[in-house]
């Protein structure tokens, strides 16, 4: 697979490939990425990693989804964020290893679903996950990767298989899939989860808890009913909804009229997190394949994440905003309908920089023989409604139609302002199309890239730390920083630096030996902003 062509776009309409791309004055398209032969079906598998790097700006995975046999060639490219994108990836990762049987290589499809964006080994840099769904049969291989310097570990540091594994109990088929998932149990590991698909009795998510190292045996087996009146593992995000400083983990239901209309269920994080559900939520039968869910961030200003369900076959699809909080609700606050008859897909964060988390949806739908993907932006407030923000379409032709695709990507360009991408591989289509993918902003024209992202973003090692540990940050200009711990109640533990810094990076030694045991937080903060790492302190 040749390396692809990143192009940077200013104008406001453009032709890209075979479709029209019509940004709106809000939202503003700076560069799309196209595969390079036919049958690439760039898109069908992509993520934001987070910052894997350690240089505070996103960066972006792209892994391979191309036509065909490729047993061992297969590579996934990894694209670190810069002022300028750049047209060639920093880290081509390779396929680790291959399934050989009687002499023969078979094809893993190595990078089908890749994911990331959680520090799983407590480093303080971003991990993320590259799955082979075909590994040993179809059973499946997830594969996480450590962040670093340039570049990161570009060996696994450690591979999750599907048969043989703690959890799978029958040969077969798993549609397996890794995601990394927030801190759920406060010991300053995020986690990684296996979905596994509807094809096996084993069905769910199936959560391993991160560590330095970590083990390959899950700790939770998140699955619905028995009887599978309630299929979970459709899809997975996480975040805090109760309020509590614990992640919770919300797993998406497969559709099962008549038998249930179960969308999502709700696991609480805490020190020892259940495998039953402290909430479920109900859909309605207009979904014919799954649901998707999506934790945005806190839409609403209230202090408590929120989450967005959505349907992937309604016609139009539903939408249902549920609001965090202690208690949270089951009932919907906002629910509305799409606006074409198509599949959603779902994503979110600050994209206009207002402090309120806001939605991203895109509605797929095909009139005439095309593909029409309508992208629609919520944003958030104090008040919440169904009214599009921000609208547009991307029309494409038929041979370079289905399965569109949407990921948060973050702030990449270092300008203040979050991206995110919009891709459509092509996988409907009769043809073999090359596939693209589009990356937007809010950010204006006139925001000239800087280095503020980089003062942003402190490190902490090790983390957990039991006697000395280093701060670490980097600041672009000359200014003041202040440097806090604080204990789980808001109290602050400890001064760590208050004074004049010149541009570069800085260290800090901290003695926690007076500390008692227990989960931190690290603050900095500059003129510019303030970042906080969660810190956990042991003997």
């Known amino acids: 697979m040749k390396p692809m062509m990143l192009n940077v776009i200013s104008s406001a309409i453009i032709l890209a490939g075979n479709g029209t791309v019509m940004a709106s004055d809000s939202v503003r398209l700076v560069a799309t990425l196209q595969g390079e032969m036919p049958g690439d079906h760039l898109g069908g598998s992509m993520a934001g990693v987070g910052d894997v790097d350690g240089d505070g700006l996103a960066d972006f995975l792209v892994g391979d989804s191309r036509d065909g046999w490729h047993p061992g060639e297969r590579r996934c490219h990894l694209f670190f964020g810069k002022p300028h994108l750049s047209s060639v990836p920093d880290v081509v990762l390779e396929q680790p290893e291959v399934y050989s049987y009687e002499g023969r290589i078979y094809d893993d499809m190595f990078g089908a679903v890749v994911d990331g964006g959680k520090d799983i080994n407590g480093d303080g840099l971003d991990d993320f996950v590259i799955t082979s769904p075909e590994w040993f049969w179809a059973t499946g291989k997830v594969y996480l990767y450590h962040g670093g310097s340039f570049p990161p570990d570009e060996c696994p540091a450690i591979g999750i298989a599907g048969f043989g594994s703690s959890w799978m109990t029958l040969f077969w088929a798993t549609q397996l899939r890794g995601v990394l998932v927030a801190d759920v149990n406060m010991d300053g590991y995020g ?36 009887d599978f009146s309630v299929i979970l593992g459709a899809s997975l995000a996480s975040g805090d909804l109760n309020g509590d400083d614990y992640d919770d983990i919300v797993v998406g239901a497969y559709a099962n009229f008549p038998h249930s209309d179960d969308a999502a269920w709700v696991f609480w994080g805490g020190p020892d997190p259940a495998c039953s559900p402290g909430l479920r939520l109900k859909g309605g039968h207009d979904c014919d394949i799954f649901y998707r869910v999506c934790i945005p961030g806190d839409m609403n200003g ?58 991203i949806a895109v509605e797929e739908s095909h009139p005439g023989g095309t593909c029409v993907a309508t992208v629609l932006v919520f944003f958030g407030g104090t008040a919440l409604d169904s009214i599009p923000d921000v609208t547009y379409e991307v029309t494409f032709l038929a041979e370079d139609s289905g399965d569109l695709g949407l990921v948060w990507i973050g702030d990449a360009t270092g300008d203040g302002y979050a991206e995110f991408a919009l891709a459509n591989p092509g996988f409907g289509g009769w043809a073999r199309p090359r596939g693209e993918i589009y990356i937007y902003t809010m950010g204006p024209v006139s925001a000239v890239p800087s280095e503020v992202a980089r003062a942003l973003t402190v490190r902490i090692a090790p983390n957990p730390a039991a006697g000395q540990a280093v701060v670490s940050f980097s600041v672009s200009r000359s200014e003041r920083i202040r440097l806090g711990a604080y204990d789980p109640g808001g109290r602050r533990a400890g001064l760590l630096c208050d004074g004049l810094f010149t541009k570069g990076s800085h260290s800090i030694h901290w003695d926690t030996r007076g500390l008692s045991s227990g989960v931190y937080l690290i603050r900095l903060e500059t003129e510019t902003g303030t970042d906080s790492r969660r810190v956990v302190v042991g003997r």
């Open 302 to 359: 209230d202090g408590y994440d929120d989450l967005v369900v959505g349907d992937s076959g309604g016609h139009p699809p539903w939408y249902r905003i549920y609001l965090g909080g202690e208690p949270m609700d089951s009932v919907p606050a906002v629910v509305w309908r799409g606006q074409v008859t198509g599949t959603v897909s779902l994503a979110g964060g600050d994209l206009n920089n207002d402090g309120f988390a806001d939605l």
């Open 191 to 226: 986690e990684l989860a296996c979905l596994v698909g509807e094809a096996t009795r084993d069905v769910g998510a199936y959560v391993y808890f991160g560590g330095a190292p970590m083990d390959s045996v899950h700790d939770l087996g998140l699955q619905g009913e028995p």
